[in-house]
C-alpha cells in the first residue's frame, strides 16, 4: 500500500507455535488502530470472498503514531472441534482458529459431534447449545460417558445470554459460557488457559 510518498505492507505467516506478523514501513508509520483495522476486516470476510477494499483513516486524532510489536505469540496448538449448526458463523470462527495456529473440525449438528469427537478425540469442543435435534447440553451429556474423553474441555458458544443460561452451561459442564458474535481476544486467553 502507498500513501502519501510512504510505502508499507503487512504479512502473517504460522511459525509453529507463533503467528509472525511482518510490517514493512518505508515511510511515516502507521498508528495501531489502521493496523488493527487491517486485520479486522481481513478476517471479518467470508472464507469464499477474495477481494475487498474500504477506506481506513490513516491518522490518529493526536498526531502520537506507536507500532505494534512485529511478533505475537499464538495460543499452544489446540485439537478443536467446533459444534454450530450456523455453517458461516462455524467456517469464520474457524478460520480465525487455525490462524492461532489450532487443529479445527467443524460439526454442524449433535450427531455429526459426537461422531467426529469419538472419532478425533479433540482436547477442547466449542459448543453451541441451541441446536435442533440432539443440543449441546445433550452432547456434553453423551461425551461424558464415553472415559476415552474424559479430560475434553466444553466452552458453550451460544447466542443465549444472560445469568441463568450461563449458570446451565457451567452446571452441564462447560468451562465459559461465551456469547455470539465472540470476542476473540477473550476465546484466545481462554484457550491459553485449558
Not at 21 to 32: E, S
Not at 52 to 63: E, K, M, N, Q, V
Not at 70 to 87: E, G, K, M
Not at 100 to 116: C, K, T, W
Request: aromatic share 4%; proline share 5%; glycine share 6%.
Amino acid at each position: 500500500m502507498t500513501t502519501e510518498g510512504a510505502h508499507f505492507s503487512f504479512s502473517v505467516r504460522a511459525d509453529e507455535p507463533d503467528a509472525v506478523l511482518t510490517v514493512i514501513d518505508d515511510g511515516a508509520a502507521l498508528p495501531n488502530e489502521v493496523l488493527e483495522r487491517a486485520f479486522e476486516l481481513a478476517i471479518a470476510r467470508r472464507f469464499t470472498q477474495r477481494m475487498y477494499s474500504s477506506r481506513i483513516p490513516l491518522h490518529a486524532g493526536d498526531g502520537h503514531v506507536a507500532m505494534p510489536q512485529p511478533t505475537y505469540r499464538a495460543s499452544p496448538r489446540r485439537r478443536i472441534l467446533l459444534v454450530d449448526d450456523n455453517v458461516d458463523a462455524a467456517e469464520s470462527l474457524a478460520l480465525l482458529l487455525r490462524q492461532m495456529g489450532h487443529d479445527v473440525q467443524i460439526a454442524h449438528d449433535g450427531h455429526a459431534a459426537l461422531e467426529a469427537a469419538r472419532n478425533d478425540r479433540p482436547q477442547v469442543v466449542l459448543l453451541d447449545i441451541g441446536m435442533p435435534g440432539v443440543d449441546g447440553y445433550n452432547v456434553i451429556e453423551r461425551l461424558r460417558k464415553d472415559k476415552r474423553l474424559a479430560n475434553v474441555r466444553f466452552i458453550a458458544v451460544t447466542g443465549t445470554s444472560g445469568e441463568e443460561a450461563r449458570q446451565r452451561s457451567l452446571e452441564a459442564g462447560c468451562e465459559e459460557h461465551l456469547v455470539k458474535p465472540v470476542d476473540i481476544e477473550t476465546l484466545r486467553k481462554l484457550l491459553e488457559r485449558l
